[in-house]
């Protein structure tokens, strides 16, 4: 045995890469935090407004006292829909990084209404149960447990829920499917809608109706086979096993949902009908080096300038540094997400202006290989970051590369205008003949994160 020295090759990420990726790896509200920090952090770092007056829609230079751009892609727009036209236009003044806000959430809601018609002392029981909500609107708790962890009469917590079933969107608060059905068919009887054997089949007789066992349902109620027919359409026609599918038409979210998404990226059409990627950024300020500093800096590295200590030329070397290297890393960042963008135009462009249809299989990989960088650092690029498409539908990076969402477009489809319930294996003969080669299971897979239910049970 012996010691000896050997030299050695190896890679090692430097500190300038490892803020490049800690940055890119950012959304644009995460980034403009971090630039706040920055700033307050560095003296060597500034931010100027912009000496052009820039339109706060589209970040254009202004033309006269209009924004040329915008009003020709609005003519376009109305042009468009001019045939189904149905309501104002929502986004007269579009402005990406002023969607920051939410509305108050379906928990925030419900806790303002149940405060607003409980008494003070019931309100925490009222926090509890609105927490413990699920994103389908269920109860996932019983209440024994809930009047055992908070020490309350079972009767006290019972009441609470049927107030909170009572201000909540109808079926929210129901344990089973049966309650929400029943909750549901509850709210259609104040407004005059309701069917003589409904009730009954959904309290008594929930099970063999979802095993298509009409001939029993109807012997036991004593009743018609097609009244139990009639009873099931009825129920097909006018009541939901969710409780916040309904509500999610009337854009009432779940407590996990937010209503607006603040876009990394826009791409939209230019005054020639091409697309255009655009890194949303501020475009009244931008971010420059301190002149002072970067003056002084200038003088200080120089061998022989007087008047500079050593513990001054240290402090400004090391925050000049600290700037260019962060301006740096911003532009990279911008330029790497621009890339990835424009390609993304280049290989989804039936996609982006014809619909989910048309999206091709693509992974990150492809997208690295062609524009020159390593698979990982377009996973950064595209994480957690959203995409505004010409129709202004704003979208994850990820539905780029998940192929899956046009086969279950045209599953939902298929769903929607079924004449009687579909299989699976029905279901995957038909995609086939669209040419959507997949299994069965896929397709069942598909159906549950679609919450489509079983055919058994449609």
């Not at 950012?26 to 912009?50: R, V, W, Y």
Request: glycine share 4%; charged share 25%.
């Amino acid at each position: 045995m012996s010691m000896q020295m050997a030299p050695q090759m190896q890679m090692k990420a430097s500190p300038a890469l490892i803020a490049l990726n800690n940055m890119l790896i950012l959304s644009t509200l995460e980034l403009q935090q971090m630039i706040q920090q920055e700033l307050e952090e560095n003296p060597a770092l500034e931010m100027t407004e912009a000496e052009e007056e820039l339109c706060q829609r589209c970040g254009r230079p202004f033309s006269g006292a209009t924004c040329i751009y915008c009003l020709q892609e609005d003519l376009r727009t109305m042009e468009a829909e001019r045939d189904d036209y149905t309501g104002p236009v929502e986004d007269d003044e579009f402005d990406p990084l002023m969607l920051v806000a939410t509305p108050p959430s379906l928990g925030e809601t419900l806790l303002r209404d149940l405060r607003a018609s409980l008494p003070e002392a019931d309100h925490f029981i009222a926090e509890y149960l609105v927490g413990s909500l699920n994103d389908q609107g269920y109860l996932d708790t019983s209440l024994e447990e809930v009047a055992t962890t908070l020490g309350v009469d079972l009767q006290r917590v019972e009441r609470i829920l049927l107030k909170l079933q009572e201000v909540g969107p109808v079926g929210v608060g129901a344990r089973t499917v049966p309650e929400c059905l029943l909750l549901q068919l509850r709210r259609l009887r104040q407004e005059g809608i309701d069917h003589p054997y409904v009730e009954a089949i959904i309290r008594d007789h929930w099970v063999d109706l979802g095993e298509h066992r009409y001939g029993a349902i109807a012997q036991a109620l004593g009743i018609q086979y097609e009244d139990v027919v009639a009873a099931r359409d009825f129920i097909r026609k006018y009541l939901r096993p969710y409780p916040l599918e309904r509500a999610s038409n009337d854009d009432t979210l779940s407590p996990t949902q937010t209503t607006y998404l603040t876009p990394d990226v826009i791409i939209r059409e230019d005054e020639n009908g091409k697309l255009v990627a655009e890194v949303v950024e501020s475009q009244r300020y931008y971010l420059r080096l301190n002149p002072l500093y970067q003056e002084l800096a200038r003088k200080a590295s120089r061998s022989n300038e007087a008047g500079v200590s050593p513990e001054e030329k240290e402090h400004l070397t090391q925050y000049v540094s600290r700037a260019q290297l962060f301006l740096t890393n911003l532009r990279q960042r911008r330029e790497t997400i621009r890339r990835i963008a424009e390609y993304l135009i280049q290989r989804q462009e039936k996609f982006l202006r014809h619909g989910v249809r048309y999206l091709e299989p693509l992974t990150r990989a492809e997208v690295a290989a062609a524009i020159g960088v390593h698979e990982s650092t377009v996973s950064r690029a595209t994480a957690n970051k959203h995409v505004q498409l010409p129709s202004h539908e704003v979208i994850p990076f990820s539905h780029f590369f998940t192929a899956s969402l046009s086969v279950k477009d045209v599953l939902l489809e298929l769903v929607a205008n079924e004449t009687r319930p579909l299989t699976d294996q029905e279901l995957v003969e038909l995609l086939r003949e669209r040419g959507f080669a997949v299994a069965r299971r896929t397709v069942a897979k598909y159906r549950n994160q679609l919450k489509i239910l079983p055919s058994t049970l449609r």
